[in-house]
């Protein structure tokens, strides 16, 4: 099963849903450095199920233990290994789907892969709780790329059919970008948060679930860092992002609409500013070539609707071959953007950091 990630910087994710604990063993990461560890508890925070009614009700504090590679405040370079304790599962509520596969979930795909191996309890390794871990090692990555004034923002664009708008390039500066991380509910001035709200509870409200859109923008990257072809910068942020459950779709800058456009418009025209070069749009969302330009990397992910629905639906026992129905119990979030948006936060760091660690700008 690959759990590993990472080429200059290297990450090995464990556990499962329901098992004793999970966590990871972060390889590469300079030495010397200081860590706030209360900014790692607040993004820890913002991934933890159990904060509001637009989540699920299971309450997991997510609080960490470090193992090694950090000593009086500072990073060692040794590896730095954390494992996160479960507290709080209810596996009985899973017992009945040790063979009733779930519509929308890899138990099918898991079981034809792994056969009876695989831990089912809340999809065991599948399972969206495997971010924790993550999450540490991303926000140990933010901090290190803020010292050096790259910063990382994902704002809420849209809800089921619910529409916001997206960023301009305008506003892109890097307090915009810190005071999304601070808010419960990231979304832009103006941007029907209320009705995006509104729509989530209306889905938990009829046992079902709802998806949405979350925009990424990340500031201060120079130009010039990444690679062409298969080791682009949207090669290796897309291979990440998929890797964060959930994410359906990718599209970098103007996206699926820059295929609407003439070459005059899709182009970015370049100028000079106070002796910088800068471009009057960012349509390719600040990657040409696979490589930076110096822009704003501006990117979208679509987020499916969670998979357990109180709903019954149809599926078959894998066992008996029978059709039958079934009703997910157990708790569940109706919508997973809200929680998603620091999980993918945490990817885009390491990735970044993965790149600056290759070009030597650490």
């Known amino acids: 099963m690959s759990a590993n990630w990472g080429k200059n910087i290297t990450v090995s994710i464990f556990g499962e849903s329901h098992g004793v604990a999970l966590g990871i063993n972060i390889g590469g990461f300079p030495s010397g450095f200081s860590v706030d560890l209360e900014k790692i508890k607040k993004d820890m ?5 159990g904060q509001s009614e637009l989540t699920t009700s299971r309450k997991e504090p997510d609080e960490f233990e470090i193992l090694s590679g950090f000593f009086e405040g500072k990073t060692t370079g040794s590896p730095l290994a ?21 519509p929308g979930h890899a138990d ?3 079981k034809m892969r792994y056969s009876d191996n695989n831990d089912y309890r809340g999809s065991g390794h599948f399972s969206g709780r495997i971010t924790a871990p993550l999450v540490f090692a991303g926000s140990l990555a933010k901090q290190l790329l803020e010292s050096k004034g790259i910063f990382i923002g994902t704002h809420i664009k849209s809800i089921g059919n619910i529409e916001g708008r997206g960023l301009t390039l305008k506003e892109i500066n890097n307090d915009l970008l810190k005071n999304l991380q601070n808010m419960d509910f990231p979304t832009l001035k103006d941007n029907n948060s209320e009705l995006m709200k509104n729509a ?4 938990k409200s009829m046992e079902d679930s709802i998806g949405g859109v979350i925009e990424v923008a990340v500031n201060g990257v120079k130009a010039g860092i990444g690679n062409p072809f298969f080791d682009s910068i949207e090669s290796r942020l897309s291979s990440m992002m998929f890797s964060v459950p959930a994410v359906k779709g990718i599209e970098f800058g103007a996206g699926f609409d820059i295929a609407k456009m003439l070459g005059s418009e899709a182009n970015d025209e370049i100028y000079l500013e106070n002796g910088e070069i800068k471009t009057e749009t960012n349509n390719n969302g600040g990657i040409i070539g696979g490589i930076s330009t110096g822009m704003p990397i501006v990117f979208r992910l679509a987020i499916k609707p969670p998979a357990s629905i109180g709903k019954e639906q149809k599926t078959v026992n894998f066992v008996t071959k029978e059709e ?6 157990g708790r569940h979030d109706p919508c997973i953007v809200p929680r998603a948006m620091v999980v993918v936060e945490a990817a885009v760091a ?11 700008e650490l």
């Open 350 to 360: 390491l990735t970044i950091l993965d790149f600056l660690m290759e070009k030597k």
């Open 82 to 102: 954390i494992i996160i304790r479960n507290t709080n599962q209810r596996s009985k509520d899973y017992s009945v789907l040790k063979d009733v596969l779930r």
């Open 108 to 110: 099918y795909s898991g």
């Open 324 to 329: 039958t129905k079934l009703k997910v119990e």
């Open 45 to 49: 925070a913002r991934r933890a199920p």
């Open 200 to 203: 989530i509870v209306e889905a």
